[in-house]
């Protein structure tokens, strides 16, 4: 029934499917999984970009631009967002201020905020399954906003297909704060606010990037990564980062590399769910719970090396399967 309406793209449908992938209830869970098992046929159908940028940098100003933009053009847009502090703090960067209000009250587009969590990998669990919940429901564009010191980035890029990184004019050799491990993440770099006063200094990070980028190696054989300029608050170069993000597609359609990238990171996910679910697992077994204060204060002292530790936990754990 919820499957159906999915399919329909009912987008109350789609927030009650993300809810359940949310919910920490075994039942919801379960009810979860089997959702995203029936739907799993109709996933895969859109262009997953993610996007970061450190905090005032334009993101939402750029993605309710680009969303607004897209869905004039015929597309049904989804935005989703990691954001890696509420995994952290409980507190939020992304979350706290209003945000996208005109892409919000739009029909063509879905916006949903970061799920709290306690783990980031939790965070980005449900994050994914959202996303393959959005593709089910239609939408064609979806977009995955992060900020963070790097974890969350590469979660964001280990599950969209291009990863597209905003910078404020300005900035010389610091990167602005933004790590370089980011930065090669990026396949295409966008210098923001380019616009009134800053519009030159814009241009002049342009051709300083430009030139860090062709040192950078590149993430995949059939795409150079690229740096072009923009304006979020005046719609100019919005246009411009869709051509990219199709040329992007196609490159790497042709190259046959989406599908391995896809096939590559669900086998990366298969992997890490088998390792949550096996950890969660190990510390709600009875025997290992049981041993855990005694060998953790032995490891805090320095008594007992960590791989024993580890061992004769996953002894017990094995031992009475
Ligand atoms: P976020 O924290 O990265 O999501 O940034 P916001 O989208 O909230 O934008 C932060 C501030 O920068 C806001 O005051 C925006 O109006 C402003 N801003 C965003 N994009 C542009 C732009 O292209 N040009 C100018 N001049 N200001 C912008």
């Not at 916006?111 to 939408?139: H, Q």
């Not at 980035?153 to 990184?165: G, I």
């Not at 969660?280 to 060998?295: F, I, M, S």
Request: proline residues 3%; negative net charge; hydrophobic residues 40%.
């Amino acid at each position: 029934m919820l499957a159906e309406q999915i399919k329909a793209g009912d987008r109350r449908a789609l927030a009650k499917a993300i809810t359940l992938v949310e919910s920490t209830r075994a039942d919801h869970g379960d009810q979860a999984t089997a959702l995203l098992e029936t739907l799993m046929p109709h996933t895969g159908n859109s262009i997953r970009l993610g996007i970061s940028g450190a905090p005032g940098v334009g993101k939402s100003t750029f993605i309710e631009a680009l969303g607004n933009y897209l869905t004039e053009q015929g597309h049904r847009v989804a935005v989703l967002a990691v954001d890696p502090t509420s995994a952290v703090s409980g507190g939020s960067i992304l979350g706290d201020k209003t945000r996208m209000e005109t892409l919000s009250v739009n029909p063509n587009a879905f916006v949903r905020p970061s799920p709290a969590g306690k783990t980031l990998g939790g965070v980005t669990r449900r994050t994914r399954e959202s996303l393959l919940l959005c593709e089910a429901a239609g939408f064609d564009v979806i977009i995955i906003e992060t900020v963070g010191v790097g974890q969350s980035e590469t979660a964001v890029s280990d599950m969209t297909d291009m990863f597209l990184l905003l910078l404020s004019p300005g900035g010389g050799d610091d990167l602005q704060g933004i790590k370089r491990g980011i930065m090669e993440l990026a396949d295409l770099v966008l210098v923001n606010k380019a616009d009134g006063d800053q519009a030159h200094l814009a241009n002049q990070t342009v051709s300083d990037y430009g030139a860090a980028l062709h040192f950078m190696q590149a993430r995949t054989p059939s795409w150079t990564p690229r740096i072009q300029s923009c304006s979020a608050l005046h719609n100019q170069g919005v246009a411009e980062v869709w051509q990219t993000a199709q040329e992007f597609r196609s490159a790497l359609t042709d190259s046959g590399e989406l599908l391995t990238l896809r096939a590559q990171q669900a086998r990366a996910w298969m992997w890490s769910e088998t390792a949550e679910a096996l950890i969660a697992d190990l510390k709600n077994h009875a025997t290992v719970k049981a041993l855990v204060p005694e060998l953790e204060r032995a490891v805090l002292a320095g008594e007992l090396p960590a791989i024993v530790a580890a061992q004769t936990l996953i002894k017990h754990y094995k031992a009475s399967e």
